[in-house]
């Protein structure tokens, strides 16, 4: 658990914005939150600690829609300095510039999964109640399993891992599909 703050505070930038998304998100779904705090040194560093959402759509898009958010920002920061760096060599102050591009864009990368129990909670609406058909149980299964998985790969500090393996080879596999 100390390694996920670890990764929380080495990449704080994207813990911040993927706390403030889903701030934001309990504001438009009349949401209550229990704990606004942002940063904390515990599993919720990143989160905000929040009651859990009365609808399976609900607590869909409170995962979704910071991962989207952050992966957006992530990927626009992330693969142009990628780009400059590894691709075109760059040096001096756009080197630099293009370093603490790099650096936001990784710390976005790394904080795009939901927290352990918004998972759990979106995984417990879709297969353990009445509250998705079967269609959007098929339809939501890959978005759920990833969530699970990143959620616990966040909560132990490892997508600082994926973050930073995603910003950095971003423009190879880029150019394997221009």
Known sequence: MITGYIAKLLTFPGALMH?????????????????????????????????????AAKRFFMCFLPFLFNLAIGVVTAFPAAAGLF?????????ALS???????????SNVFPSVEDALMLWDALYH???????GKILLAPFAAVFYAGSYLDKWGLSLITGALTAVFMPYIGYLFV
């Open 129 to 135: 109640r009445d509250g998705a058909s079967m269609a």
């Open 19 to 55: 706390a403030l998304w889903e701030h934001i998100l309990c504001r438009i779904f009349g949401t209550p939150i229990e704990d606004p705090r942002y940063m904390r040194s515990d599993e919720m560093c990143g989160h905000i600690e929040h009651e859990v959402e009365d609808s």
């Open 87 to 95: 691709w075109n060599g760059l040096t001096g102050a756009d080197a």
């Open 99 to 109: 370093a603490v591009m790099l650096w936001v864009g990784i710390s976005m990368l």
